[in-house]
């Protein structure tokens, strides 16, 4: 059984808007009044949920409200949520840059945290010395730290500049440098926030790799915050997804990415009927569907089965043969992967039509997926457009048989033909 290596209980962090400190003069004797008395804090009652893009009529914002959670050794959790969703909140609370209003965090480790660019070091002193200074901080000995300098050193890249003040760094080198620390040092927990953004896509690849390695061969834990789906995808195993400062649901990553993307519903839609889709006189469109032909889960759609996407639409038009249907499958971020269309392989008829296009076992990645669909009349001519008017979600069939090896690279995994000659 795998040790636990972060439990928090009951986090809630609350702030007061327009105030650097907690609040008023009056406030804080209400508070030390409300404590000699043995009653609660009389304005931890009080306080709204942390929506930013409504106005509200209090002056106190609940940042995180009742966060409750495990987190195991060796375990790599992505933390998404929009923008105030309280993600930051949550590390800095971890990492001791602030406290909790209420309840606590039980941590079994040191924490090494990467929370913005700059954190945890003196820009006055050189690289050389912020290494040393940040090891003295995790509590390691001058012999550990040697040993893992060099190491240090050249996973930033900086070497050139190592006895340089920081201050002089670019944000970049800052990063890069104050990752590598983090990372190397003998930490059981690492906490790596948006910062990585900084950095250019080689250095962010090799920071991916590097987190990989110290939760997968290591065994530390990593709590890692980003805005890039793909990132966490690639690196995490659990995911906790935070919405206006609470927990919406925690779990497998795949799960929370594809709530977060779908605008916060745990709802698959692999069905969807329309009733006001349509153009007078040409066609109504019913349904759009999708199944795969796993007979023990009907609701889940996996990507080592064939998938099915059906589309039933009336066509009105005596020129039905002049129509036609051409559909864009996006991925998780909005990015075309490919069209396809049935033109020149099943015409439409006048009536009822119901498509069904066949995708074949092992073409899917799981994910999340959208289709946009275009209906056009006489190959050129553009008479209806809905983007993302479909989504689906496929999940890894592997997994239920216990022969999953890791997601591979992109979004969709065709299988070819092989000649070995």
Not at 67 to 74: L, S, V
Not at 77 to 88: D, F, H, L, P, Q
Not at 152 to 169: M, Q
Not at 342 to 370: A, D, E, R, W, Y
């Amino acid at each position: 059984m795998s040790k636990l290596s972060i439990k928090a209980e009951n986090i809630s962090k609350q702030y007061r808007l327009g105030q650097v400190g907690t609040g008023t003069i009056s406030h804080d004797l209400n508070r030390f009044w409300s404590k000699i008395r043995g009653k609660e804090d009389p304005y931890l009652t009080i306080g709204e949920e942390n929506d930013r893009a409504s106005k509200g009529t209090n002056d106190y914002v609940w940042s995180l409200k009742d966060i409750n959670f495990e987190i195991k050794q060796g375990d790599a959790v992505g933390i998404i949520g929009r923008n105030g969703a309280g993600k930051s909140t949550l590390l800095k609370l971890l990492s001791k840059v602030t406290k909790p209003t209420t309840g606590s965090f039980k941590v079994n480790g040191r924490i090494a945290s990467l929370l913005e660019v700059g954190t945890g070091f003196n820009p006055e002193m050189t690289g050389r010395e912020n290494i040393y200074l940040n090891g003295a901080i995790l509590g390691m000995r001058k012999e550990e730290i040697n040993r893992k300098f060099d190491e240090i050193v050249d996973f930033s890249g900086v070497e050139r500049y190592i006895d340089t003040p920081v201050k002089r760094y670019s944000s970049g080198m800052y990063v890069r440098l104050a990752f590598a620390v983090a990372a190397h040092l003998e930490s059981e927990i690492l906490i790596v926030d948006e910062v990585l953004a900084v950095g250019d896509a080689d250095f962010q690849r090799k920071c991916l790799g590097k987190m990989g390695d110290i939760s997968d061969k290591e065994g530390r834990t990593v709590l890692f915050v980003s805005h890039n789906m793909g990132a966490v995808k690639t690196l995490c195993n659990n995911g906790i997804l935070l919405n206006k400062g609470q927990i919406e649901t925690i779990g497998n990553v795949d799960q929370c990415v594809n709530i977060y993307l779908n605008g916060g519903t745990e709802k698959k839609i692999n069905s969807y009927d329309f009733d006001t889709i349509g153009l007078k006189n040409i066609f109504k469109l019913l349904k759009i569907s999708v199944q795969g032909t796993n007979d023990s889960n009907k609701e889940l759609l996996y990507d080592n089965e064939e998938i099915k996407i059906n589309t039933e639409i009336l066509i009105y038009s005596d020129e039905f043969t002049k129509y036609h249907l051409t559909y864009h499958l996006l991925n998780e971020f909005g990015e075309t992967l490919f069209s396809f269309t049935h033109l020149g392989l099943v015409p439409l008829k006048k009536g009822m039509n119901i498509l069904t296009c066949v995708f074949p076992k092992s073409f899917f990645q799981s994910g999340n997926f959208f289709l946009s669909l275009f209906i056009v009349y006489d190959k050129r001519t553009l008479v209806f457009v809905e983007k993302s008017i479909f989504s689906f979600n496929i999940v890894n069939g592997n997994k239920e048989l216990g022969e999953f090896m890791g997601r591979e690279p992109g979004f969709i995994r065709p299988v070819f033909n092989w000649i070995n000659s």
